[in-house]
Every structure is written in structure tokens, then in C-alpha cells.
């Protein structure tokens, strides 16, 4: 079942910087980029199960604006944010039953296209962390479904929960 509002995510607290990527995206015929980490999270109100998560970089790093997970999620004895989901969260799918579905965390003022963070973090991480990636969304490899999987999320603005 694809990650609903009002589900609860155990989100490690910290984080390798290798887990960051640069989205670019164009807007108002401007050419825009930010930076995100991608996560491999854990969905609490799920049994567990795995969800890929893009935060804003300066909404996890340091300390951070009011937006940071450190300030709007609570951290359990783990020390993983436990982040509700709802309207301050986005998501990409790549179809209206929800599959393949994850979750943006950032300023909803940027409009990137959903398929912008998928061929950016397949094509740019680390193998290690783009296969538990590609894992997620159920593909075993990572060299050739990058854009198979970005494909099928092209042309769509994220949503909001």
C-alpha cells in the first residue's frame, strides 16, 4: 500500500552526505536547482515497510529554519524523526494506484516534475544506495531502469498529500 496521509515516518537522523543529489528543474523560464537527500525510510504506520523520502537539504542539515525535521518531527529513542505525513509533504507515483509512490519533503513554491528526483537519484548516487533505492520501487538494477522508471513519471508536477 503506497504511503497515505496521516502515516508516520521513521526518518534516520543522520544521514552520509553521499545521499545527497542536486535536482534541476525549470520554472517561471528560469532554470532552478536544490539540493536533496534521498532516504530509504521507514514507514511506522505500515508495518515498516520501505519508502524513498526526499528532504530538502536545509531542511536536514544543521539546524536549520522552522521547516527542519528537527523542528516539526519528533525524534524516537532510535533517534529517528518521526515525521507525519500531511499537506506539508509531497508525493510522485507513477500511476493513480499509487504505485512506486514517494514522498518530498521541501517548499511547495518549487514545482519540479516528478521524474526529475527519480532520474536524478538512480543516475547520481552511489551503487550502493541507488540499488536499495531501485530495491524500493522493485527493481533488482540500476543501470538501465533509471530512465525506464523516470519515464513513467514524466510530465506529472508533484502532489500534495
Known amino acids: 500500500m503506497p504511503v497515505q496521509k496521516s502515516n508516520v515516518l521513521l526518518i534516520p537522523s543522520n544521514v552520509d552526505v553521499s545521499h545527497r543529489v542536486t535536482v534541476k528543474w525549470q520554472q ?55 515525521l507525519i505525513v500531511d499537506d506539508k509533504c509531497q508525493y510522485g507515483q507513477k500511476n493513480k494506484e499509487g504505485d512506486m ?5 521541501h517548499d511547495k513554491g518549487r514545482k519540479p516534475y516528478q521524474h526529475r528526483f ?3 537519484s538512480l543516475g547520481s548516487l552511489g ?9 524500493v520501487f522493485g527493481y533488482g538494477g540500476t543501470a538501465d531502469i533509471a530512465k525506464t522508471i523516470a519515464s513513467a513519471y514524466v510530465g506529472d508536477y508533484l502532489h500534495t498529500f
Open 28 to 82: 517561471m523560464f528560469s532554470d532552478k536547482t536544490a539540493n536533496y537527500y534521498t532516504i530509504v525510510a521507514k514507514n511506522k504506520s505500515q508495518g515498516n515497510a520501505e519508502v524513498v523520502v526526499f528532504v530538502a537539504a536545509e531542511w536536514y542539515e544543521g539546524s536549520g529554519p522552522a521547516e527542519h525535521l528537527g523542528r516539526v518531527a519528533p525524534k524516537d529513542a532510535e533517534g529517528y524523526y518521526e
Open 127 to 135: 551503487a550502493n544506495i541507488a540499488q536499495k533505492v531501485a530495491g
Open 118 to 120: 527519480i532520474e536524478t
Open 101 to 105: 509512490r514517494f514522498v518530498v519533503y
